[in-house]
């Protein structure tokens, strides 16, 4: 198996008992550790080494067969023949992200800083719900949201907490608004305690046709369901187009529905494109409605050397979610949920005898429990700590910097090929395009760049993404590693357009082009 060769290490074995005795951190000698740690730090060496592409192309049921044999109630015992295990079933065909050819999602390679940030955090296995499970990872954390809500414009009554992602980010932010409208109703209702009010099935939450799933995943979860959610239609640069919106907030109103949210993206995950923030928030002040900004993706904007009034406007919003786990070169999970008025965040909070008394909160206790959605929480913050305390936030926003102008070398160098059509110039780091030639139909043009992207997968030459616009098949190039050279990339375009000519000559054999 690739002449893997990890250095000998075995578990703690009971002669007398004759029962292995599987080590705990803290409780076994900081020797088995050390030991264990540079054996995991090898393997993953070792498969580096041998890393020459983003996938290894593997089909899901050719690995599903090898995992079919595995038995999890019966050990291997030797922690060497489980890495070897483990080399095999996942670290070969680990999606790896640092690779240049790897150009699909909004997946980046991580600052080495912030790995050394779960070497401590996983160890300890520090859980940061309460203070007497946490104490000074606590205000670490608190510390790091205080930077941001800093970096967003906000003043000192912003607070905010970390989340699993820009999902979460989203469900708290409508569930906030929701509570909002709420409070607002003749009676004060208030849902969280008493459920959905009568006038529930009368909210409206409204966002551009090309924002993030999510809002409508959370409009279900809040019981106000998909239709809930109201489209508005975007300019030529797929962005919110104000006017639209302004109409469709006074047709809510005259048609006696509540606009309880407006979602201004900053960032689409498809062109990255940024709403007008600032002209949007004039329209929810006029309209007495919550204000929520998605900068999930172009969040790193805030650190930005160059490109950071891109965001103007957004210390007008309520509340903002950002992911550090994209454009800060974090790894997952590494998200955070801001408010502006961090008053807001009560409407999350339940007291609980046994783990966050309300004496406690009286008593000044940070119980971070207190504004979060979940319970048990991990240290995630610390990751975005030691970045900023040893590279610092300059260092984070040149690399973003760096991205946003490879992007538009890339979209240039994308532009001197006959055969490829850019659906736009790129906003942020994502170019969408499609492979286009007259002699295919729309039908086969569709089917030709299903199968570039799969060819490429397949043959583990590179990964790109896909999707549709005015239903139409494209493919994106995500563009989230500073070290990516455009060589590179302009050599995946090549192929693009080999995989695609080949596609027009064998439908020219079999006749079945129009042209």
Same mark, same amino acid.
């Given at each position: 198996?690739?002449?893997?060769?990890?250095?000998?290490?075995?578990?703690?074995?009971?002669? @007398?008992?004759?029962?292995?005795?599987?080590?705990?951190?803290?409780?076994?000698?900081?020797?088995?550790?050390?030991?264990?740690?540079?054996?995991?730090?090898?393997?993953?060496? #070792?498969?580096? @080494?041998?890393?020459?592409?983003?996938?290894?192309?593997? =089909?899901?049921?050719?690995?599903?067969?090898?995992? $079919?044999?595995?038995?999890?109630?019966?050990?291997?015992?030797?922690?060497?023949?489980?890495?070897?295990?483990?080399? +095999?079933?996942?670290?070969?065909?680990?999606?790896?992200? =640092?690779?240049?050819?790897?150009?699909?999602?909004?997946?980046?390679?991580?600052?080495?800083?912030?790995?050394?940030?779960?070497?401590?955090?996983?160890?300890?296995?520090?859980?940061? #719900?309460?203070?007497?499970?946490?104490?000074?990872?606590?205000?670490?954390?608190?510390?790091?949201?205080?930077?941001?809500?800093?970096?967003?414009?906000?003043?000192?009554?912003?607070?905010?907490?970390?989340?699993?992602?820009?999902?979460?980010?989203?469900?708290?932010?409508?569930?906030?608004?929701?509570?909002?409208?709420?409070?607002?109703?003749?009676?004060?209702?208030?849902?969280?305690?008493?459920?959905?009010?009568?006038?529930?099935?009368?909210?409206?939450?409204?966002?551009?046709?090309?924002?993030?799933?999510?809002?409508?995943?959370?409009?279900?979860?809040?019981?106000?369901? %998909?239709?809930?959610?109201?489209?508005?239609?975007?300019?030529?640069?797929?962005?919110?187009?104000?006017?639209?919106?302004?109409?469709?907030?006074?047709?809510?109103?005259?048609?006696?529905?509540?606009?309880?949210?407006?979602?201004?993206?900053?960032?689409?995950?498809?062109?990255?494109?940024?709403?007008?923030?600032?002209?949007?928030? *004039?329209?929810?002040?006029?309209?007495?409605?919550?204000? %929520?900004?998605?900068?999930?993706?172009?969040?790193?904007?805030?650190?930005? +050397? *160059? =490109?950071?009034?891109?965001?103007?406007?957004?210390?007008?919003?309520?509340?903002?979610?950002?992911?550090? *786990?994209?454009?800060?070169?974090?790894?997952?999970?590494?998200?955070?949920?801001?408010? @502006?008025?961090?008053?807001?965040?009560?409407?999350?909070?339940? =007291?609980?005898?046994?783990?966050?008394?309300?004496?406690?909160?009286?008593?000044?206790?940070?119980?971070?429990?207190?504004?979060?959605?979940?319970?048990?929480?991990?240290?995630?913050?610390?990751?975005?700590?030691?970045?900023?305390?040893?590279?610092?936030?300059?260092?984070?926003?040149?690399?973003?910097?760096?991205?946003?102008?490879?992007?538009?070398?890339?979209?240039?160098?994308?532009?001197?090929?006959?055969?490829?059509?850019?659906?736009?110039?790129?906003?942020?780091?994502?170019?969408?395009?499609?492979?286009?030639?007259?002699?295919?139909?729309?039908?086969?043009?569709?089917?030709?760049?299903?199968?570039?992207?799969?060819?490429? $997968?397949?043959?583990?030459? $590179?990964?790109?993404?896909?999707?549709?616009?005015?239903?139409?098949?494209?493919?994106?190039?995500?563009?989230?590693?500073?070290?990516?050279?455009?060589?590179?990339?302009?050599?995946?375009?090549?192929?693009?357009?080999?995989?695609?000519?080949?596609?027009?000559?064998?439908?020219?054999?079999?006749?079945?082009?129009?042209?």
């Amino acid at each position: 198996m690739d002449n893997f060769k990890p250095p000998q290490y075995q578990w703690i074995n009971d002669s @007398k008992t004759k029962q292995t005795n599987a080590p705990l951190f803290g409780v076994s000698p900081m020797q088995d550790y050390s030991q264990l740690m540079q054996l995991g730090i090898n393997t993953l060496s #070792e498969r580096i @080494k041998k890393v020459n592409s983003p996938t290894s192309g593997v =089909h899901p049921t050719q690995l599903q067969k090898e995992f $079919a044999a595995i038995d999890l109630n019966t050990p291997l015992n030797d922690i060497n023949q489980v890495l070897k295990e483990l080399d +095999q079933l996942y670290l070969k065909h680990a999606i790896y992200f =640092h690779h240049p050819d790897y150009l699909a999602h909004l997946n980046c390679p991580v600052m080495l800083t912030s790995l050394l940030a779960e070497l401590f955090s996983t160890s300890i296995n520090t859980a940061v #719900e309460t203070w007497d499970q946490s104490a000074g990872a606590t205000l670490i954390e608190q510390k790091v949201i205080d930077w941001t809500c800093q970096r967003i414009g906000y003043d000192v009554g912003a607070d905010g907490v970390f989340t699993t992602g820009g999902t979460q980010s989203n469900l708290m932010a409508l569930l906030l608004a929701r509570e909002l409208a709420g409070k607002l109703e003749p009676q004060s209702h208030t849902n969280i305690t008493s459920g959905l009010s009568s006038n529930a099935h009368r909210y409206r939450i409204l966002c551009s046709e090309y924002s993030h799933f999510s809002i409508q995943k959370a409009a279900a979860l809040l019981g106000l369901g %998909h239709d809930a959610v109201i489209s508005v239609a975007s300019d030529v640069n797929r962005c919110i187009d104000t006017h639209s919106l302004e109409n469709t907030l006074s047709e809510l109103q005259r048609a006696d529905l509540l606009p309880i949210a407006v979602i201004a993206t900053a960032g689409t995950t498809d062109f990255g494109a940024i709403d007008p923030i600032a002209s949007i928030a *004039h329209l929810c002040k006029k309209h007495n409605c919550y204000l %929520h900004v998605d900068a999930a993706y172009g969040g790193a904007l805030l650190v930005s +050397q *160059h =490109h950071n009034e891109r965001l103007s406007g957004i210390e007008l919003a309520d509340s903002v979610s950002i992911d550090f *786990h994209k454009t800060f070169f974090q790894p997952v999970c590494c998200s955070a949920l801001l408010v @502006k008025d961090k008053r807001l965040l009560n409407f999350l909070t339940y =007291h609980a005898d046994y783990l966050n008394p309300k004496a406690q909160a009286q008593a000044g206790v940070p119980d971070l429990i207190n504004k979060s959605l979940q319970t048990t929480r991990r240290f995630d913050a610390l990751k975005l700590w030691l970045s900023l305390r040893t590279e610092g936030p300059d260092a984070i926003g040149a690399m973003f910097d760096t991205l946003l102008e490879k992007t538009q070398q890339v979209y240039q160098r994308l532009n001197s090929y006959n055969v490829l059509q850019a659906a736009q110039a790129p906003s942020l780091t994502t170019l969408v395009f499609r492979f286009n030639d007259s002699a295919l139909s729309q039908t086969q043009l569709d089917e030709c760049n299903r199968t570039i992207r799969a060819t490429l $997968a397949h043959s583990s030459r $590179a990964m790109i993404a896909a999707t549709k616009v005015n239903n139409i098949q494209h493919l994106k190039f995500t563009l989230l590693n500073p070290h990516a050279s455009i060589d590179s990339i302009d050599d995946v375009l090549n192929e693009i357009c080999k995989i695609g000519e080949q596609y027009v000559v064998d439908c020219k054999s079999k006749q079945l082009c129009t042209a």
